[in-house]
């Protein structure tokens, strides 16, 4: 459940979590939002600097988003160099202040360390909820891969309504 480098949430804990934060959120009717993140030009760090340098910025990016978001906020790492964020009870509003201050922390660790890295984040906020948390991260994802194709570094924000 938990990733063994960056100490945070893997997928498998994130799917059983979020599964529950759906209902929560349906039964509730509060709205949910997801940061998909990925890491933009990653594989040139481990080309260039070797893979405990790539492990090194993946853990302080963890722990740059756990630093970022509330306690009760799901983090988890995907895989690779990709991030979850599960924000329960949050707008659209405030998930873009969210996220869009993870992406400057980031940002800013990254020229610290002189290391060629941005990230695109894919973020969605679900008024209408999802039916499963496969479907929450397809549509994160899908948002992301808009930000990777429209010149990466950036946040792609999609609101589902009902």
């Given at each position: 459940m938990i990733d063994p480098l960056t100490q945070i949430a893997n997928r498998r804990a994130f799917v059983k979590l979020s599964r529950i934060e759906i209902k929560r959120a349906r039964r509730f009717k509060h709205p949910l939002s997801v940061a998909y993140i990925d890491l933009d030009n990653f594989k040139?760090?481990?080309?260039?600097?070797?893979?405990?340098?790539?492990?090194?910025?993946?853990?302080?990016?963890?722990?740059?988003?756990?630093?970022?978001?509330?306690?009760?906020?799901?983090?988890?790492?995907?895989?690779?160099?990709?991030?979850?964020?599960?924000?329960?009870?949050?707008?659209?509003?405030?998930?873009y202040l969210v996220a869009n201050k993870i992406q400057k922390k980031f940002l800013h660790l990254m020229q610290e360390n002189e290391w060629p890295v941005t990230c695109s984040i894919g973020l969605v906020t679900f008024n209408c909820l999802p039916n499963s948390p496969d479907d929450l991260i397809k549509e994160a994802d899908k948002a992301m891969y808009s930000a990777k194709q429209n010149g990466k570094n950036m946040i792609k924000h999609k609101i589902v309504k009902k």
């Open positions: 040139y760090i481990n080309d260039h600097f070797g893979h405990s340098v790539g492990d090194n910025l993946l853990s302080l990016v963890a722990e740059t988003i756990k630093d970022t978001t509330r306690e009760i906020d799901l983090t988890a790492r995907l895989g690779g160099d990709e991030f979850v964020i599960l924000m329960s009870d949050t707008e659209a509003e405030s998930a």
